[in-house]
């Protein structure tokens, strides 16, 4: 039996408006042909679902190499290699004493203290004349640090656990350059290395060297600038929603502004980092590089994610409650304040939470009006030159150090528990508050 | 007066106003039985709005205009005659004086400025005085007037309400306002740019090298089809051949055979895609990626493949763009009536013959509005590219050459130093003015399909 | 039509129009405020369409347009300087569906004395709040749990909530559309019990579709059909004594 009559026998009716043609025969599903036929139907049938169920879990595969690669990466940025340096502080040539750093005037007294040179001596005393190298260029403070707990030592030879330098840490941890793979196993037979969890990257800002390099500056810039962007977009984007949606008059004006919020939703971020570089740093003159310019800017880009699911929770309010509160004589200002957007506001704060998520992974705009600057010293106010988190991602990348690929991945990992936490939140509102009616 | 105890003092007065507007109108409802349209608390709200926001507009105003009224004061003072003509050193003159005046430095470096401080000191302290005293007045003014109109019948709410829907609308506005301050600053921008270079030169040029310019015919090396081309090719083709068969069939599998249970659990993974930041991405292809795609080309032969290849980037990209085509396609799918799907499945045709054969036709056009929406989105996005591009523009087919982007050479052409009226940095204003116009198009012609598809189903 | 010598409120001419659509054409009623008045009539006949005309819930309606003139207490409350909201604390109103607020049904009842500053303090409004679900007859069954959301009631509670709620702003008017349209056949009784019991406290207009709903609780009756109003009259003559050919058509049972 050829194809063409199947099909036609599969669509009742084809057959009967032909009254020229024969009768046509029943037909037989069990003869061999068929069979092959609806056997092979099956198999791509399940070529078919197996294709779907390999776009989904390649999809899925693609997030977990990524996620993998940053954690394989990252994790050992949040540690960080010791090496144990012996000070004899008793012999050290420092011009202090405990007296003096128990008083008030302890921290004046060590700032004029040659610690520094203190560690690098006692570095190469114990290591040999490249000891000092062996040391980060911040292990003196620990050292300082240490004297400063218990002035006692002064008088005292002590070891101290100081951070490693830059190459022995990579060694120590992964594969380093021959040199230090030797040095390290050389410290290792002496057991005078360590690793343990590295604070001062949570707690530091940027700097050269990766070893004193943290995430504190460039966090409490994120954290600025959220705030900025928080305080902007979300009163501004949940009264146009409100506007939009309970009062605006059906004309070309609303038009206009709905076309607006539309299209600005979907405009490129980095065009908004160019528009704030023209206006806020250009016309406006606000300082360059400062939080609340990335927080204006990201604040126009987040306001319409806002508005777009604040209007969609807004339309989520059965219209019989706006009637009940007229009803009893609620104004439509009432109505609106009262009912409404205490209904609306989980629904608002869901889109909210996810359009901060996107403010906080943003990178492009905030480059553009000079955020990408070499900041040391986290902001103390908004209009201080700051960075944030994905920037400093960003600056680390370009890092020629090796020692930056695991802080790169590690402030990846930071920001990608933050985003993950936000969203987790925005879930958890949207599933505890879903429609009660 | 600082502007801080002005505001405190204005504060304090609104308080006040409310306090009493709101006593009065207490009085005057106790012992009535009559109904009234507003409550105390409209009356006392009335009468702080009264008080307060005039003051503040005012103020407002004020703080905007008074350095220019103050500076030009100082002008006039006899020291200022020394003064170079306008210019760099003239304002950095004017900017010594000003913060000397105002204590927050204490060495001149320009003794001129060290002569004009005192009269910044006091054209600022006269500006200082005429503001609060103008604002106190106001306050009183105004606050006076709205308190003499607390009476039984007077509508303070919907007075009150006004305001309200003022606010409102201002905010609505706030859309209109940032997307003509788009529009606005980059044709200015482009337009400055477009006096320097012709554009023909920009549109049609196919050198694109903006290190080197030359003076006398800057539009020689800044030919942007290079970087249109890279673009397209990066993130309308590359992206997309990864995005489109990954997205649609996820979106095909998660709609229509997945159990409801799977679905509840692969959605959000493909969503945690989307929500991966793209630096994030960037960062993963240049260190992974894009060495990965180098060492696949050189084993094929391809010796010369650049570790910053249009491949790699677009992979990624098209990793990223996958939720976003998946959850557009769950959409259209989803808006295809079910009477559609059970009639190809009651004539006996299996789930993939019903979805390859009318599903799937029939939520076309809402398909591919999407994917122009994700084509607008790999196109305008930046770090990936940053990151994982190259900044050589090359017009080349091959997947392992390096490629540029618009994006790409925005981003390195405004952080270099900033030199804001070369060719070089509004040259970035012009790529951005093209890569909005093609977004706002792209966007545009796919809301409409979508939209139209939506109607045609309702 | 005019049945009675004091209406309490009394429409002349009313035309509504929907854009360009004439929903009700030329009706003009009154209402005293010693009884209930049914309107009834098939589906689409407009006379919700009235109700809500009484109390300018058409308002929200952008597309309405209302000519004619409709009067409370002599008062036109189409005239400029009609408080919306005053007026609808006067004519107060319940929907088809039960609508209460997704809050406690303290609150539910509380909101409109609250915003109308009815309560000068807390006693006075919980005073206000029991006195009327006493009269919507739901205060036995809900006095221990009144801080519970008043959406957990059953679909008859809730639509005496929403009465409660009504008269808690001390209306003269309550105007009820199909109010028992979306209840069973024993929470229709207690809400037709309670319209009997508000009967000449309020002035009551019902919309209903159920004829012998309107025979039970009113007495007075209008007939409308397409639009206009066909026959106004008591409630016994309309039922058992129709002047018109179309009333007598509808209530036994040929159309509607």
Redesign the interface.
């Known amino acids: 039996m050829s194809d063409a009559p199947t099909l036609s026998g599969?669509?009742p009716g084809v057959a009967t408006t032909a009254p020229a043609q024969p009768e046509r025969a029943p037909t037989d599903w069990r003869t061999q042909s068929m069979q092959r036929r609806i056997r092979k139907?099956?198999a791509?049938?399940r070529?078919?679902?197996l294709?779907?169920?390999?776009?989904?879990v390649?999809?899925?595969g693609?997030?977990a190499v990524?996620l993998v690669?940053?954690v394989y990466?990252g994790a050992s940025g949040f540690l960080q290699t010791r090496i144990a340096l012996p000070v004899d502080f008793a012999h050290s040539g420092l011009l202090l004493t405990p007296a003096e750093l128990r008083g008030p005037g302890a921290d004046l007294a060590l700032s004029t203290a040659n610690i520094e040179g203190l560690t690098d001596s006692s570095a190469r005393a114990a290591f040999g004349p490249d000891g000092d190298r062996w040391v980060s260029d911040g292990g003196w403070l620990r050292v300082r640090q240490a004297l400063k707990h218990d002035p006692a030592l002064l008088t005292a030879r002590t070891t101290i656990w100081v951070p490693a330098a830059d190459t022995l840490d990579v060694a120590a941890k992964r594969q380093g350059d021959p040199a230090a793979e030797a040095i390290v196993a050389k410290l290792q037979a002496r057991h005078a290395i360590s690793t343990g969890f590295n604070l001062p990257f949570l707690t530091a800002s940027d700097s050269n060297d990766p070893t004193r390099a943290g995430i504190w500056g460039a966090f409490k810039g994120s954290l600025f600038t959220m705030l900025v962007t928080l305080l902007i977009a979300f009163?501004?984007?949940v009264?146009?929603a409100?506007?939009?949606e309970e009062?605006?008059?059906?004309n070309r004006w609303t038009d206009?502004?709905e076309v607006?919020?539309?299209?600005?939703a979907?405009?490129?971020?980095?065009?908004?980092g160019?528009?704030g570089?023209?206006?806020f740093l250009?016309t406006f003159g606000l300082p360059r590089s400062a939080s609340i310019v990335g927080g204006l800017t990201l604040a126009?880009m987040t306001?319409?994610v806002i508005?777009i699911s604040g209007r969609n929770a807004i339309k989520g309010v059965?219209p019989?409650?706006?009637?009940?509160?007229?009803?009893?004589?609620?104004?439509?200002?009432?109505v609106v304040f009262?009912?409404v957007l205490p209904?609306a506001l989980p629904g608002i704060l869901t889109g909210t939470i996810i359009g901060m998520?996107?403010a906080?992974?943003?990178?492009?705009p905030l480059?553009?009006i000079?955020m990408?600057a070499f900041i040391a010293s986290p902001p103390a106010r908004l209009t201080d030159p700051a960075t944030v988190l994905?920037?400093q991602?960003?600056l680390w990348?370009d890092q020629i150090d090796r020692g930056f690929?695991e802080k790169?991945?590690a402030a990846?990992i930071v920001?990608?528990a933050f985003?993950?936490a936000m969203?987790g939140f925005a879930?958890y509102l949207r599933n505890k508050f879903e429609t009660?009616? | 007066m600082s502007i801080l105890t002005l505001s405190l003092v204005i504060a304090g007065l609104g308080l006040i106003g409310w306090l009493t507007a709101r006593m009065r109108a207490v009085g005057f409802r106790r012992g009535s039985t009559a109904r009234f349209s507003s409550l105390p608390s409209h009356f006392g709200g009335y009468v702080a709005l009264w008080t307060v926001l005039p003051a503040a507009l005012f103020l407002c105003v004020w703080a905007s205009t008074s350095p220019a009224l103050v500076t030009d004061r100082v002008l006039h003072d006899p020291a200022a005659a020394q003064l170079p003509p306008p210019g760099f050193d003239r304002a950095a003159i004017l900017s010594e004086a000003r913060s000397l005046a105002a204590g927050n430095s204490f060495g001149a470096f320009n003794p001129l400025s060290q002569k004009l401080a005192p009269a910044y000191a006091a054209a600022q302290n006269r500006n200082d005085w005429i503001g609060s005293a103008v604002a106190l007045l106001l306050v009183f003014a105004t606050g006076g007037f709205a308190y003499t109109r607390v009476r039984p019948d007077f509508r303070a709410r919907s007075k009150i309400e006004r305001v309200v829907m003022a606010c409102l609308l201002a905010a609505s506005l706030i859309a209109i306002v940032t997307t003509m301050g788009i529009v606005a600053s980059l044709l200015f921008e482009s337009w400055r740019f477009f006096s320097v270079v012709p554009i023909g030169d920009f549109l049609f040029g196919t050198h694109w090298s903006p290190q080197v310019i030359d003076p006398a015919d800057p539009g020689k090396t800044l030919g942007a089809v290079p970087l249109f081309w890279g673009t397209f090719f990066i993130g309308a083709v590359i992206a997309m051949l990864v995005a489109i068969p990954f997205g649609l069939m996820s979106a095909v599998y998660l709609t229509q055979y997945a159990t409801p249970r799977a679905r509840r659990w692969m959605k959000p993974i493909l969503e945690v895609l989307a929500g991966v930041p793209t630096v994030v991405y960037g960062y993963f292809a240049a260190l992974t990626v894009a060495p990965a795609v180098r060492d696949v080309a050189v084993s094929l032969g391809i010796t010369w493949a650049s570790s910053e290849s249009a491949l790699a980037a677009g992979l990624v990209m098209g990793v990223m763009i996958i939720p976003f085509v998946s959850s557009m396609a769950d959409d259209s799918l989803a808006a295809v009536p079910g009477a559609m799907r059970d009639g190809s499945l009651a004539m006996g045709a299996t789930s993939s013959e019903t979805i390859r054969r009318v599903l799937l036709p029939a939520a076309l056009p809402g398909v591919v509005g999407g994917v122009l929406l994700a084509v607008s989105r790999a196109i305008g996005e930046t770090m990936i590219v940053v990151m994982a591009a190259s900044g050589v523009a090359t017009l080349t087919l091959n997947p392992f050459a390096s490629a540029t982007t618009v994006t790409k050479q925005i981003v390195d052409l405004l952080t270099g130093e900033a030199e804001f009226d070369s060719p070089k940095t509004l040259a970035a204003f012009a790529l951005g003015l093209t890569l909005f116009v093609i977004t706002l198009l792209l966007n545009i012609v796919a809301l409409t399909v979508v939209k139209r598809y939506r109607e045609a189903y309702e | 039509m005019t049945l009675t010598n004091h209406p309490k409120i009394s429409a002349q001419h009313v035309t509504v129009w929907y854009g360009a659509k004439k929903a009700i054409d030329d009706v003009s009623l009154d209402f005293g405020s010693d009884h209930v008045t049914s309107l009834i009539g098939p589906s689409g006949c407009g006379k919700s369409t009235f109700l809500r005309t009484l109390n300018r819930m058409n308002d929200t309606i952008a597309a309405a347009k209302v000519e004619g003139d409709i009067t409370l207490d002599g008062e036109d409350i189409y005239a400029p300087e009609m408080d919306v909201v005053q007026l609808r604390a006067r004519v107060g109103m319940v929907f088809q569906k039960p609508n209460p607020f997704p809050k406690s049904i303290f609150e539910n009842v509380a909101y409109g004395p609250r915003i109308h500053g009815l309560a000068g303090n807390k006693s006075q409004l919980s005073a206000i709040v029991e006195q009327s679900l006493r009269r919507a007859g739901l205060w036995d069954e809900v006095k221990d749990r009144l801080t519970d959301s008043g959406t957990a009631l059953s679909g008859g509670q809730q639509q005496r909530l929403c009465i409660a709620r009504a008269i808690a702003v001390d209306p003269e008017v309550i105007l009820m559309d199909e109010p028992c349209s979306a209840l069973d056949p024993i929470a229709t009784a207690k809400i037709e019990e309670l319209i009997h019991e508000l009967k000449g406290r309020y002035a009551i207009v019902i919309v209903t579709h159920n004829m012998q709903q309107a025979a039970r609780v009113s007495q007075r009756t209008a007939f409308f059909h397409l639009g206009s109003v066909v026959e106004y009259g008591a409630t016994s003559d309309i039922f058992t004594n129709p002047r018109q050919e179309r009333t007598k058509d509808y209530i036994t049972g040929r159309y509607g």
Do not use: K
Request: proline residues 7%.
């Open positions: 599969l669509v139907r099956y791509s049938e070529r078919f679902r294709l779907g169920l390999a776009a989904v390649l999809s899925a693609f997030l990524l690669t940053m990466n009163p501004v984007g009264l146009s409100l506007y939009l009062y605006a008059p059906r206009l502004i607006s919020i539309n299209n600005l979907a405009v490129p971020s980095i065009i908004f160019l528009l570089l023209a206006v250009g126009l306001m319409p508005v059965p019989s409650i706006r009637d009940a509160a007229l009803g009893v004589g609620a104004s439509p200002i009432q009262h009912h209904l998520a996107r906080l992974g943003e990178t492009a480059l553009m000079g990408r994905p920037v991602i960003f990348s690929v790169t991945s990846i920001l990608l985003l993950l969203n879930i009660r009616w």
